[in-house]
């Protein structure tokens, strides 16, 4: 009987994100459906701090959620940097907010040109003018 114990995480942190080091090992541990891999390094994907984990790319502030809640993020919900600053990823700086209000938070008090509001007018118009084919009831 072979018994494969899983060695600590070390994370290297190569772009400079903000992060709790045993945090983000805690929930690699708890993401990973495989034995991973004793050195994990912290990168920039996008403008976002990421890692891997199952040989996929995740973000690092999405994985701490998902860990701290102990269940996956239902889709429509994102995970919201308190200070705006997307490369803090500590946990007490990220918050889960449904997608509707997290839009909302962060186009408060924005200002639009008006070729702006007629470009987002017609995009809506768009959307709204699809037909739907009208049923027949067969006697």
């Known amino acids: 009987?072979?018994?494969?114990?899983q060695r600590p995480i070390k994370i290297i942190n190569d772009c400079g994100a903000l992060?709790?080091?045993?945090?983000?090992?805690?929930?690699?541990?708890?993401?990973?459906?495989?034995?991973?891999?004793?050195?994990?390094?912290?990168?920039?994907?996008?403008?976002y701090a990421g890692v891997?984990?199952?040989?996929?790319?995740?973000?690092?502030?999405r994985l701490l959620m998902e860990w701290q809640l102990n269940q996956k993020l239902p889709?429509?919900?994102?995970?919201?940097?308190?200070?705006?600053?997307?490369?803090?990823?500590?946990?007490?700086?990220?918050a889960?907010?449904?997608?509707?209000?997290?839009?909302?938070?962060?186009m408060l008090g924005a200002k639009f040109s008006k070729e702006h509001k007629?470009?987002?007018a017609e995009a809506n118009h768009k959307r709204k003018g699809l037909k739907i084919k009208k049923r027949r009831i067969l006697p």
Do not use: C
């Not at 009987?1 to 114990?5: E, L, Q, S």
């Not at 891997?52 to 502030?61: A, D, F, I, L, Q």
């Not at 907010?97 to 962060?106: F, I, L, N, R």
């Open 1 to 5: 009987m072979t018994i494969k114990i």
């Open 19 to 47: 992060i709790d080091e045993s945090d983000v090992a805690k929930a690699i541990i708890w993401a990973s459906k495989i034995k991973t891999p004793a050195i994990h390094h912290v990168f920039k994907w996008g403008k």
């Open 52 to 61: 891997t984990v199952n040989r996929e790319k995740v973000h690092v502030h």
């Open 75 to 94: 889709q429509g919900m994102y995970v919201h940097h308190l200070n705006e600053n997307k490369m803090d990823d500590r946990l007490s700086n990220l």
């Open 96 to 106: 889960v907010m449904a997608g509707k209000y997290h839009t909302s938070h962060h």
């Open 118 to 120: 007629e470009k987002i």
